[in-house]
């Protein structure tokens, strides 16, 4: 289930708040500039679909924000627990970072988590399939795959070379709990 933990920076071990209602996470992101919401595909998505078959699924929802944001890009990216290059990928993102553009990514299946380092405080978003998370360009986070990495995701690119991180160079991202799939913490 979806899950946002709200912590102030200096402490990791207990949350200031926390909530699994969507309706919430949703409204105690958008003061921060983050868009959550819930996409519902227009047919089954089977394992092992094509990249063509998952957006196919989401068309009209992909179609409307590209048209709102002018995405120039949108991919799919899936990642299962046998990549043989899966601790790479998981490490590539654990440190502070920010983009120059919008990191928008929507959950079609498994799950990942997305740390955001604003104004004294790390909201810690569990996405799920169905989520959708953006990200606005300049805000500092990490994202957590987990150690047996299972998901796929839709992204959506500005800039024709993609994804591209700035890293801060702060320890914030080692002091926070990493992700476990399907932890229940």
Request: hydrophobic share 40%; aromatic share 12%.
């Amino acid at each position: 289930m979806s899950r946002l933990r709200i912590f102030d920076d200096t402490d990791p071990s207990a949350p200031l708040s926390a909530t699994e209602d969507q309706a919430l996470i949703a409204e105690w992101l958008k003061p921060i500039g983050v868009r959550f919401e819930q996409w519902q595909a227009a047919a089954p998505v089977q394992p092992g679909a094509s990249p063509d078959e998952v957006m196919a699924a989401y068309r009209a929802d992909i179609d409307k924000l590209v048209a709102e944001n002018g995405f120039n890009s949108v991919d799919v990216v899936s990642i299962a627990p046998d990549n043989p290059n899966k601790d790479a990928a998981r490490a590539r993102f654990l440190d502070e970072h920010y983009h120059k553009e919008d990191e928008v990514r929507f959950f079609v299946a498994g799950s990942g988590l997305f740390s955001l380092h604003v104004d004294g405080k790390v909201y810690e978003v569990r996405c799920e399939a169905g989520d959708l998370i953006g990200v606005p360009d300049g805000t500092t986070h990490w994202f957590d795959m987990g150690p047996e990495p299972s998901f796929i995701a839709i992204r959506f690119f500005t800039h024709p070379d993609g994804w591209v991180g700035h890293f801060t160079g702060t320890d914030i991202a080692r002091r926070f709990p990493r992700y476990e799939a399907g932890q229940a913490g």
